[in-house]
């Protein structure tokens, strides 16, 4: 069973640089066909897409947040990581990172969610 951690600052500050990793063990991020997430959800909100990485390395971002999203990976330490640059209190949220696996019977597998806030 694949299981994700995230891991980062739990307070960034106005206009700086939102990095968080997502550390994967029980699965590979470079197993065909799994697409590697990051997903958050603001307070008294539901859950909103950030982009995804797939196994080849290829990413995707949400059209509201490309303009300051950045998704990368290190396939020897198995991790995936998000950027998020000049962050503004909106941008306070549980954030997860989520594999999906497709097959017949399609699984998702979720981090526990770290809280991030921004504030000064």
């Known amino acids: 069973q694949v299981q994700l951690q995230e891991s980062g600052p739990g307070l960034v500050k106005p206009s700086q640089t939102l990095s968080l990793t997502c550390t994967v063990s029980?699965?590979?991020?470079?197993?065909?066909?799994?697409?590697w997430n990051w997903i958050r959800q603001p307070p008294g909100k539901g859950l909103e897409w950030i982009g995804r990485?797939?196994?080849?390395?290829?990413?995707d971002y949400s059209p509201s947040l490309k303009s300051r999203t950045s998704i990368s990976r290190d396939t020897s330490k198995n991790q995936f990581t998000l950027q998020l640059s000049s962050v503004t209190p909106e941008d306070t949220a549980i954030y997860y990172c989520?594999?999906?696996?497709?097959?017949?019977?399609?699984?998702?597998?979720w981090g526990q969610g770290t809280q991030v806030t921004v504030s000064s």
């Open positions: 989520n594999v999906h696996v497709p097959g017949p019977v399609p699984v998702d597998y």
């Open positions: 029980g699965g590979s991020i470079t197993t065909n066909y799994y697409y």
């Open positions: 990485i797939a196994d080849n390395g290829r990413t």
